[in-house]
T-cell receptor, first 114, second 115 residues
Framework: AQSVTQLGSHVSVSEGALVLLRCNYS??????LFWYVQYPNQGLQLLLK??????LVKGINGFEAEFKKSETSFHLTKPSAHMRDAAEYFC????????????FGKGTMLLVSP | GAGVSQSPSNKVTEKGKDVELRCDPI?????LYWYRQSLGQGLEFLIY????????KSGLPSDRFSAERTGGSVSTLTIQRTQQEDSAVYLC?????????????FGPGTRLLVL
C-alpha cells in the first residue's frame, strides 16, 4: 500500500520568497505522484503530475516538483511567491496510471504575506 | 464555460437519515470520481465511473454508501443511515482524456454535517 506525508500543516512565506512544500511518499513499486491546489471556496485543481520520464515536472502558475527516488520525495517549489498562491496544497500518490486509487496527504496551507 | 457542479452546496442532517448528493460533470467527460475531505484527514477516494464499465467501488467506506451514474452523465452519491463521522466535504471530479493528456476538473463540493 502507498502513503503520503506532507510536512507542515501550514507554511508561511513573504511575497517574492521561495515556496517549498514538502511531500514524502511510501510505495512498494514506482509511484505516480501529483500535486493539487485548492483555493478558498473553489474545487481542487491539478497543479502537476509525475508519471515517468523527466524527474523535474513543471506545472501551472510557475510551480514545479522534482521526483527523487532515493529520498522518496516529491517536493513542490516556486521561486517567487505571489499573494494569489495562498491556498491549500495536496500531494497524492497512486500506483496506477489513472486516478482511481489516489492516496492524498493531509494538505499544507500556504500563507503569503505582503 | 460550465464546470462540474454539485448540489446541494451544504447539507445538514440528523444522524440516521439518508442523504443524496448530486454531481453534474462536464458534458463529454467519460470519467467521474467521488472523493471526500474530512477535517484533518485529507482527501479520500470513494468511487470511480469510467464510461460503461463497472464502477470502481473500492474506496467506499461501508455498505451505507452507494453511487450511481445515469446515462453516463449525472451521478448521485447516497449515504444511508448517516453517522456523525460521515460529516465531510464530498467532492466530485470529471476527467477528460485526449491522447496522453488528462485533465481533471473538480466541483465545489457538498459540505455535509451530520448532527
Amino acid at each position: 500500500a502507498q502513503s503520503v506525508t506532507q510536512l507542515g500543516s501550514h507554511v508561511s512565506v513573504s511575497e517574492g520568497a521561495l515556496v517549498l512544500l514538502r511531500c514524502n511518499y511510501s510505495s512498494s513499486v514506482p509511484p505516480y505522484l501529483f500535486w493539487y491546489v485548492q483555493y478558498p471556496n473553489q474545487g481542487l485543481q491539478l497543479l502537476l503530475k509525475y508519471t515517468t520520464g523527466a524527474t523535474l515536472v513543471k506545472g501551472i502558475n510557475g510551480f514545479e516538483a522534482e521526483f527523487k527516488k532515493s529520498e522518496t520525495s516529491f517536493h513542490l517549489t516556486k521561486p517567487s511567491a505571489h499573494m494569489r498562491d495562498a491556498a491549500e496544497y495536496f500531494c497524492a500518490v497512486t500506483l496506477l496510471s489513472g486516478y482511481s486509487t489516489l492516496t492524498f496527504g493531509k494538505g499544507t496551507m500556504l500563507l503569503v504575506s505582503p | 464555460g460550465a464546470g462540474v457542479s454539485q448540489s446541494p452546496s451544504n447539507k445538514v442532517t440528523e444522524k440516521g437519515k439518508d442523504v443524496e448528493l448530486r454531481c453534474d460533470p462536464i458534458s463529454g467527460h467519460t470519467a467521474l470520481y467521488w472523493y471526500r475531505q474530512s477535517l484533518g484527514q485529507g482527501l479520500e477516494f470513494l468511487i470511480y465511473f469510467q464510461g460503461n464499465s463497472a464502477p470502481d467501488k473500492s474506496g467506499l467506506p461501508s455498505d451505507r454508501f452507494s453511487a450511481e451514474r445515469t446515462g453516463g452523465s449525472v451521478s448521485t452519491l447516497t449515504i444511508q443511515r448517516t453517522q456523525q463521522e460521515d460529516s465531510a466535504v464530498y467532492l466530485c471530479a470529471s476527467t477528460w482524456t485526449s491522447g496522453k493528456r488528462e485533465t481533471q476538473y473538480f466541483g465545489p463540493g457538498t459540505r455535509l454535517l451530520v448532527l
